[in-house]
């Protein structure tokens, strides 16, 4: 059973950063792309970025691109998302999840093709 822990999330004002960590466990993290996702209260789940298995491929919502950056260390389990320029519109809990599929090439940012997910961590952005 793979298990995903998130962490970092908090209050920050608008303009500010928070970096989110997520640790992982249970099945060889190297072999999988992992994505992040958020949901805002009475908003659909989106997919926020996403990272190939060897971090060569990465994906980004248009809506984060140039303030988000998504990275992994294979070496202890960890995807990291480091949030710059935070807006209000990022308000959301954020979940990072564990794609289904070994070895993808490239990535998906549907949450069908995702199995694991973590708990969440708030990120709340204040204007």
């Known amino acids: 059973q793979v298990q995903l822990v998130e962490s970092g999330g908090g209050l920050v004002q608008a303009g500010g950063s928070l970096s989110l960590s997520c640790a992982a466990s249970g099945r060889t993290f190297s072999r999988y792309a992992m994505g992040w996702f958020r949901q805002a209260p009475g908003k659909e789940r989106e997919s926020v970025a996403a990272i190939s298995y060897n971090g060569g491929s990465t994906y980004y919502a248009d809506s984060v691109k140039g303030r988000f950056t998504i990275s992994r260390d294979n070496a202890r389990s960890m995807v990291y998302l480091q949030m710059n320029s935070l807006k209000p519109e990022d308000t959301a809990v954020y979940y990072c999840?564990?794609?289904?599929?070994?070895?993808?090439?490239?990535?998906?940012?549907?949450?069908?093709?995702?199995?694991?997910w973590g708990q969440g961590t708030q990120v709340t952005v204040s204007s």
């Open positions: 999840a564990s794609d289904r599929t070994r070895l993808r090439v490239g990535v998906s940012d549907s949450g069908n093709e995702y199995d694991f």
